[in-house]
């Protein structure tokens, strides 16, 4: 299984950046496909959680509202539009891909892990 995360850069508060995580290796139509950020000198969090089939969506606090996950069957990739995007939203994104039996979508627990990509947030 590979993930391969794109679309991280160098944007102004207020912009908006899409990333996307383009899934191989096998068929995932019945994952869960999660985002996490890790900030500098801070822990790896959750960040948006979605289902392949049926599209159940989760976010955390900080981004519900202006942060939006999507998904593409066809494509087998996911997406995170950032919008409104904050100095504090500045990290390394990761896409994690999780099999049944589900863990819990906010615990670092998910079993492939993209190589992750940088979101820097100016103020």
């Known amino acids: 299984v590979q993930l391969q995360a794109s679309g991280g850069g160098l944007v102004r508060a207020g912009d908006s950046l899409r990333l996307s995580c383009a899934a191989s290796g096998r068929t995932f139509s019945n994952y869960r496909m999660g985002w996490f950020r890790q900030a500098p000198g801070k822990e790896r969090e959750f960040v948006a959680a979605i289902k392949w089939s049926g599209g159940v969506t989760n976010y955390a606090d900080s981004v519900k509202g202006r942060f939006t996950i999507s998904r593409d069957n066809a494509k087998n990739t996911v997406h995170l539009q950032m919008n409104s995007l904050k100095p504090e939203d500045t990290a390394v994104y990761y896409c994690?891909?999780?099999?049944?039996?589900?863990?819990?979508?906010?615990?670092?627990?998910?079993?492939?892990w993209g190589q992750g990509t940088l979101v820097t947030v100016s103020s």
């Open positions: 994690a891909a999780d099999h049944p039996p589900y863990s819990d979508y906010r615990a670092l627990k998910y079993d492939y």
